[in-house]
């Protein structure tokens, strides 16, 4: 994974999934991943979680399907805090664990049976950049 300095988060280049969404669309879901710190009372900033060089941004018209899976695996507990998070949220921050990940992660391989060509593009796109942010094998 490459990893800006936070303060050159301008420098982000994202990778967009669309679909059907229309270039002028403003509204997304960004997934940015984490860096972490070993640093104990470690509260991170915006910048140390826009410091990714390649985040994924989703418009609204297209991350419908992704909400589908990402709602069979909630209520979950916050990777941050622990706290129980009960859905989620398109509106606000979301941290979510590898583990929780991989959840995700099922549920949009169980949908990959259910959905015609274009939906499957866009959540194999999906699955690949998720796949490749948690350092696993793609066996797509």
Known sequence: M?????????????????????????????FNP??????LDWNPTWEEWHCY?????????DYEPLLCCFNQIYPIKDAFDGTLEPVFDICFYNWI??????RIMDEIERELNRVNNG???????????????LNIRLLL
């Open 2 to 30: 490459i990893w800006l300095n936070p303060d050159d988060y301008k420098r982000q280049e994202y990778v967009e999934l669309r679909l059907n969404a229309p270039k002028t669309e403003k509204i997304c879901l960004e």
């Open 34 to 39: 984490l860096r972490m710190s070993c640093n």
């Open 53 to 61: 060089a390649s985040p994924l941004r989703v418009y609204k018209q």
């Open 97 to 102: 664990g590898k583990s929780d990940w991989f």
């Open 119 to 133: 939906k499957k593009g866009l959540l194999t796109g999906f699955l690949a950049w998720v796949k490749k942010h």
